[in-house]
């Protein structure tokens, strides 16, 4: 908890490199807090669970509190984003660049390929969960089906890299 205090965790750290500035900030942390910082890590497009599960896992928090609460911290947000997609999509409309984005493109292309269900699966490692998710409302996907297919993902992708991060960090301990 001191690196926050003292703010040797800091936006500098964020800007060169997401995971190593998540890697500090959860490594600062212990008990309750820490499962906090979990759950807001997993809420944040550029961490998100791809991220952050490794990382408690391998930091030494119970995987199934880090599960948990990444879960949580990854799947709040898109309810949010559900409720909320017409003021986006309009606040979108205004920003939106003569050139879409490469992460747009590629939801686009995933759309086109895959729909919804593919777009959810693959999100969290092509286009993030949050970008999906207004992309796919974009397009005109129902509320109910966005929620489902995006939770289904959430929920999927958060078992894998659990049971992933534990396999590796049984396989590391055991080579030691």
Not at 96 to 116: F, H, I, M, N
Not at 129 to 140: D, S, T, W
Not at 151 to 159: E, N, R, Y
Request: hydrophobic share 50%; proline share 5%; charged share 15%.
């Amino acid at each position: 908890m001191d690196a926050i205090a003292t703010g040797v965790v800091g936006s500098s750290t964020l800007a060169q490199s997401p995971e190593l500035w998540a890697r500090e900030l959860l490594a600062s942390a212990d008990g309750l807090v820490g499962y906090g910082l979990v759950f807001v890590l997993a809420a944040i497009p550029l961490v998100e669970i791809l991220v952050v599960i490794p990382l408690g896992i391998g930091l030494g928090f119970q995987p199934v509190g880090v599960a948990v609460a990444a879960f949580l911290g990854n799947v709040l947000p898109i309810y949010g984003i559900i409720v909320a997609h017409e003021r986006i999509e309009e606040y979108l409309q205004q920003r939106r660049e003569s050139e879409p984005s490469s992460r747009r493109q590629r939801a686009k292309r995933l759309w086109d390929k895959y729909g919804l269900p593919g777009l959810a699966i693959a999100s969290p490692v092509s286009t993030g969960v949050h970008l999906a998710a207004i992309f796919a409302l974009g397009v005109g996907s129902p509320r109910r089906s966005t929620a489902v297919w995006m939770t289904a993902s959430i929920a999927v992708w958060t078992v894998a890299l659990t049971s992933g991060s534990i396999l590796a960090l049984e396989t590391v301990q055991s080579l030691l």
